[in-house]
Nanobody, 124 residues
Framework: QVQLVESGGGLVQAGGSLRLSCAAS?????LGWFRQAPGKEREFVAA????????YYADSVKGRFAIFRDDAKNTVALHMNSLKPEDTAIYYC????????????????????WGQGTQVTVSS
């Protein structure tokens, strides 16, 4: 059984930075971050492969967000810089057993394991 626990959300001013962390127990080989703003569909943010370090980003966060893994601690971090009010959302950590090619890593329906989410609020 895979369990994912997010931490690190909070309130920050536009232009600021936040770091989210996802602690994973159980076996996963790929982990992604998604977000959902009020009244909107859940959208992909970034994903990383545990072994090999492949990464994949949504266009909306490229150059501002970075995803890292810590194999020793079995955690994945999302470093968010130059935050904008439109980044406000609940951020979810999601896991799957294998890395997928191309845009499939951005499809939330292909992730069987999910955390409970952490709120990120960016004020203008």
């Amino acid at each position: 059984q895979v369990q994912l626990v997010e931490s690190g959300g909070g309130l920050v001013q536009a232009g600021g930075s936040l770091r989210l962390s996802c602690a994973a127990s159980g076996r996963t080989h790929a982990l992604g971050w998604f977000r959902q703003a009020p009244g909107k569909e859940r959208e992909f943010v970034a994903a990383i492969k545990w072994g090999g370090g492949n990464t994949y980003y949504a266009d909306s966060v490229k150059g501002r967000f970075a995803i890292f893994r810590d194999d020793a601690k079995n955690t994945v971090a999302l470093h968010m810089n130059s935050l904008k009010p439109e980044d406000t959302a609940i951020y979810y950590c999601a896991g799957r057993l294998n890395w997928l090619a191309g845009q499939d890593m951005g499809r939330s329906s292909l992730y069987p394991y999910w955390g409970q989410g952490t709120q990120v609020t960016v004020s203008s």
